[in-house]
């Protein structure tokens, strides 16, 4: 990731923040129906796993 542009940066930087809040509002979603019964506690946990993932990957790509 050294030699990318400062654009190139920017729309990963977007494009995770969109990732990370969609799998987080997922997360939330599943966790609910999860609790009703709807679905499985499995799909929760994948949805939690994709949203802890991206915000590691923003978190690297902003340098903090």
């Known amino acids: 990731m050294a030699n ?12 995770l923040t969109l990732a990370s809040g969609g799998f987080s509002l997922a997360s939330v979603v599943l ?3 999860s609790l009703v019964g709807v679905t499985g506690f499995g799909l929760f ?9 991206s915000v590691l990957a923003l978190r690297r790509t902003m340098g903090s």
């Open 45 to 53: 946990v994948l949805a939690l796993v994709g949203a802890a993932l």
């Open 4 to 15: 990318i542009t400062r654009r190139q940066r920017e729309k990963r930087a977007y494009q």
């Open 31 to 33: 966790f609910v129906t």
